[in-house]
């Protein structure tokens, strides 16, 4: 049977037909679903990670006892993971093991823009990139088969536009493999300096014994149409050129996209007249097709950063640009903010008002840099906000030490915020830390995570204590605030900044878009009372706008009944009691 799929979708399906037995994955967009979708499946065990690290470690652990695994990031996860990356290239598997990468061209959801064939390339790893939904299941599949005949695990990389976009997908039986018996084998499994000296020459031979199952391989192959133009590509980038070109064009796609075809690729060089690479991000193919001194065009043509597109395609190679339609007028700015009562804002609002130097984090919370809040100083990775504020304030002393703060979600803080903060501890500067605990991994779609209770499925689950782990970490000031109470929450915040010592501050509030939160009423502003000083805007609320009431009248604050919560943030900013509950209006 046929189904339309998301090819995140479609890897959890050829996961399941393949025989996996276990994933661990921790949640990051564009690869979230794969692990959703695979946990949907009952006979296969899924989890929800601490973070990337620990994903792949426990993968390898279920490669080596003996049955399928996998492990699914987005592609700054795999920084976290590289670590158990590079040395399972050394030890290979029992079983196969797939990991599943997926990178973020145009950075619709990430920090930075980095290009996942790099890691391949240096851990000496297969890499399979899939270009539509049907072959996320195919090379699902396969990837197993060849990571147990080549012994080594398979990194499958997707990107945002494979990931989210949907194609029809042949579904097949589940097929699981008998066990593999686990044999002690320290020269195989023990990455000591003595056994790994022998791994190297080994992980080389098996490097080219990949490159030559590649130039026969069915994962590359040479579409022959018009020979004029001849394009290299692989991925979403095949489809944009597909797209563009037609039959206009011969290509030659690639699904394995390290090790390369050195023959297959001369091959199809000399059957064209004007070769292109078409790629997205760096030029990995391009470097490599020059290096067998082969004359190409490509990152001349197309650019190092974000996405590539048919129309662009189309623009450069064939010259032809795109209609387009221009509006009489400009599309209002739409940026992306924090949802109406999120649990977050009033603590922003707070941390601005006392104008705090604010070491971020990587979560939804990050939106708090926008305007009007403006409060945020940095944003590098998972983590670095307890450690930066650590490092921030040993080089700048007493003074920064009572006017910074790091802020961190509660799923970060269990990724890979706990070791800054025992560094903070340990090495002792005087840092406060805001923990903001929504009870939920909000930015990717509201995983669960060890503070909540759940695991990936629901069910009830161990249930790890912010207090007891802060205090366990050398920390013994930690308090809990509820930030819809901006005077409490401001009162703990000036008291912690001014002790000689490390604290943390809890802000507790789950997240407004829970199913289970209760919500009070939607609140109304009293046009008599409202003196329109827009103090109430200063949080940046969708609820809250301006308007006037009346033609030519002076705009008056307002509050949309279908966005407000109830939450009361903006009645403490307001000073003329304009601000109650709307009239006849009940609490869920």
Known sequence: MKKLMLGNEAVARGLYEAGCCLASSYPGTPSTEITEAAAKYDDLYCEWAPNEKVAMEVALGASIGGRRSFCAMKHVGLNVAADPLFTASYTGVNAGILIAVADDPGMHSSQNEQDSRHYAIAAKIPMLEPSDSAECRDFAKLAYELSEQFDTPVLLRLSTRVSHSQSLVEEGERAVPEQKQYEKNAAKYVMMPAFAKRKHPAVEERTRALAAYAEASPLNRMELNDARIGVITSGAAYQYAREALGEGASYLKLGMVHPLPAGLIADFAARVDTLYVIEELDDVIESFVRKLGIQCRGKELFPLCGELSPNLVAEKLLGQRPETISLEEAIPVRPPVMCAGCPHRGLFYILARNHCMVSGDIGCYTLGAGAPLNAM???????????????????????????????????????????????VAYNGSNSTVIILDNSITGMTGHQQNPTTGYNIKGDPACKISLEKVCEALGIRRVSVVDPYDLKAV???????????????????????????????????????????????????????????????????????PTQCVGCGVCGQLCGFGAVGQQEGGKAE
Do not use: Y
């Not at 906000?385 to 003074?399: A, M, R, T």
């Not at 502003?525 to 706008?545: N, V």
């Open 377 to 423: 100083d940095t944003t590098i990775c998972m983590g670095a906000s307890i450690s930066g504020l650590h490092g921030f304030n040993k080089v700048c002393g007493p003074e920064s030490e009572r006017r910074s703060v790091a802020v961190i979600g509660d799923s970060t803080f269990m990724h890979s915020g706990m070791t800054g903060l025992a560094n």
């Open 490 to 560: 401001e009162e703990r915040l000036k008291e912690e900044l001014a002790v000689e010592e490390p604290s943390v501050i809890i802000s507790r509030r789950p997240c407004a878009l829970l199913k289970h939160v209760k919500h009070g009423a939607p609140l109304s502003i009293d046009p008599e009372r409202c003196r329109s000083c827009r103090a109430c805007m200063k949080i940046g609320c969708p609820a809250i706008s301006m308007k006037a009431l009346a033609a030519g009248g002076t705009p008056k604050a307002v509050i949309d």
